[in-house]
Every structure is written in structure tokens, then in C-alpha cells.
């Protein structure tokens, strides 16, 4: 992991439990605002990520319907999903966003998170940002 996301990752699980379900959340939705900063810099199939995740965790919409979604982007990028395309790893970012933090490796999820959103060239200054906003880090 890069250096700068390395100290973000880790300034966000200082101020998360993210063993803790009741703080996991705290994480999905740094992700969620992250992903919104950029949405109009991800590829089409991308661009309704924050809207669904946004809808989720407030309960407008079901479990399945998040799994659909995530299913669909795998499938935009199906026989690339290991490419270094940018837009691919963009795409692979947005998956991230739509798995819950509490299937058992939310570190994991942050982690990868992370890595795909560096690679995929998403602005670091949002992301920065972002971590300070929710976190004051």
C-alpha cells in the first residue's frame, strides 16, 4: 500500500473499531462520501455506486439489490477484472463500496479500497480529504 494511503488507512482504523460491527459503519459510509467526491470521474457502469450504497444503509434498498449491482459492474469488467486499466480498478473500487463492512474483513475491504482507488488514479487529495472530514485526521 502506498505511503500516503498507508498513514490514511491507518488513521481510519484509530478512530474505527472495525472488529466492531456497530463501528463498521463508520468506514462504509467514509467510502460512500469518497466515492460521491468522484463520481464524475468513473466510468459510466460506475457512476450510480454512491446512489445504491447511499440507499442501502439507509434501508431504502434490500441486500439483493446490492449484490445485483455489484454483480452487474463484475460483469462490465468480466475477462479484465485483473487488468491495470484505469478504468477498471475505478470500477473495482465501486465494488468496494458496495460490500457491507461487516462480511468478515472489513480491514480487508478498506485495504483494497485503497489500493484500487491509487491505481485507478482517482485524486489522493479527495480521498485526504475525505479521511479529514470524517475522522478530523
Given amino acids: ?18 472488529n466492531d460491527p456497530a463501528e463498521q459503519l463508520l468506514a462504509q459510509r467514509f ?6 467526491r468522484v463520481t464524475s470521474q468513473l466510468p459510466e ?19 439483493e439489490e446490492v449484490i445485483a449491482e455489484r454483480v452487474r459492474l463484475w460483469r462490465a469488467i468480466e475477462g479484465r477484472d485483473q ?10 473500487t465501486a465494488i468496494c463500496v458496495l460490500h457491507p ?7 480487508e475491504t478498506l485495504e483494497y479500497f ?4 491509487r491505481r485507478g488514479g482517482l485524486p489522493q487529495a479527495e480521498l485526504k480529504s475525505t479521511v479529514h472530514n470524517k ?3
Fill in 1 to 18: 500500500m502506498q505511503m500516503l494511503n498507508k498513514r490514511l488507512f491507518d488513521a481510519i482504523a484509530s478512530a474505527v473499531d472495525l
Fill in 31 to 36: 467510502m460512500i462520501e469518497a466515492i460521491e
Fill in 45 to 63: 457502469a460506475a457512476k450510480s455506486v454512491a446512489a445504491v450504497a447511499n440507499r442501502y444503509i439507509t434501508g431504502a434498498v434490500t441486500a
Fill in 83 to 92: 487488468s491495470d486499466e484505469p478504468d477498471v480498478l475505478k470500477i473495482r
Fill in 101 to 107: 463492512m461487516d462480511i468478515g474483513a472489513p480491514a
Fill in 114 to 117: 485503497f489500493e484500487f482507488w
Fill in 135 to 137: 475522522y478530523g485526521v
